[in-house]
């Protein structure tokens, strides 16, 4: 599992990577709860719960943030035309 986020480094920011570890006890949670029968407290699934929303809160940001690099480089390839 952790050749994954080294392999990610070559492809992602190391920012994302680091985000992307958190959810490692999320899914783990989730294969217990498929393969083990095993349900979690109250508390380890509201914590699931505030883990994703970081994680998808993290991925929204830098995906804006891209976007807003993006078209900032397409304007000024433009404006040196």
Same mark, same amino acid.
């Given at each position: 599992? $952790?050749?994954?986020?080294?392999? +990610? !480094?070559? $492809?992602?920011?190391?920012?994302?990577?680091? *985000?992307? %570890?958190? +959810? /490692?006890?999320? !899914?783990? *949670?989730?294969?217990?709860? @498929? !393969?083990? @029968? /095993? %349900?979690?407290?109250?508390?380890?699934? %509201?914590?699931?719960?505030?883990? %994703?929303?970081?994680?998808?809160?993290?991925?929204?940001? #830098?995906?804006? /943030?891209? &976007? &807003?690099?993006?078209?900032?480089?397409?304007?000024?390839?433009?404006? #040196?035309?």
């Amino acid at each position: 599992g $952790h050749s994954i986020f080294n392999w +990610g !480094l070559g $492809h992602v920011k190391p920012t994302f990577v680091s *985000t992307a %570890i958190l +959810g /490692e006890p999320v !899914l783990a *949670t989730i294969f217990a709860i @498929v !393969l083990l @029968v /095993e %349900i979690p407290t109250t508390a380890r699934l %509201i914590g699931v719960i505030v883990v %994703i929303g970081g994680i998808y809160s993290f991925t929204m940001a #830098e995906a804006a /943030e891209a &976007k &807003k690099t993006a078209d900032s480089r397409q304007k000024a390839a433009g404006s #040196e035309l």
